[in-house]
């Protein structure tokens, strides 16, 4: 049986492991046009060595933290303030939109982190 204090220290690198290689694939993906091509060389080579992982299921739960980054995204790109924003466009007319408050997509971003890591908790814990 394996001793609890080498499977805990074991699964946090695996989890991490898995964190950084769909952080590689979304961004091969996204920037698929341009440099793309040698991340997703990277992201398939990362793939298969956590695969010939021998307990490479102890991490898998990484793969969902990387489910926020959306969220942070849309907060990010929300705009300068929340509510109706206008400003001129230089040629005497006017422009703007709507923002909404950037917060919620914040707090729902760090709750798919959060709920990620008590996923990869609980499924790593020492069962008796």
Do not use: C
């Not at 590689?24 to 060595?49: C, F, H, K, N």
């Not at 299921?57 to 942070?72: C, D, E, K, N, T």
């Not at 971003?109 to 908790?121: E, N």
Request: aromatic content about 12%.
């Amino acid at each position: 049986m394996a001793n609890p204090t080498e499977t805990a220290y074991r699964a946090w690198p695996m989890f991490f492991g898995w964190l950084t290689v769909s952080f590689l694939w979304m961004v091969g993906i996204a920037s698929i046009l341009s440099i793309g091509v040698l991340i997703l060389v990277l992201a398939g080579l990362g793939t298969w060595y956590m695969l010939r992982q021998p307990r490479y299921q102890l991490g898998l739960a990484g793969l969902i933290s990387l489910g926020s980054a959306p969220f942070f995204l849309k907060a990010r790109m929300n705009g300068p303030a929340q509510g109706t924003v206008l400003r001129s466009n230089g040629g005497g007319g006017v422009i703007g939109g709507h923002y909404s408050n950037p917060w919620p997509w914040v707090a729902v971003g760090v709750a798919v982190i959060i709920g990620s890591v008590v996923v990869f908790v609980v499924t790593t814990r020492r069962r008796d």
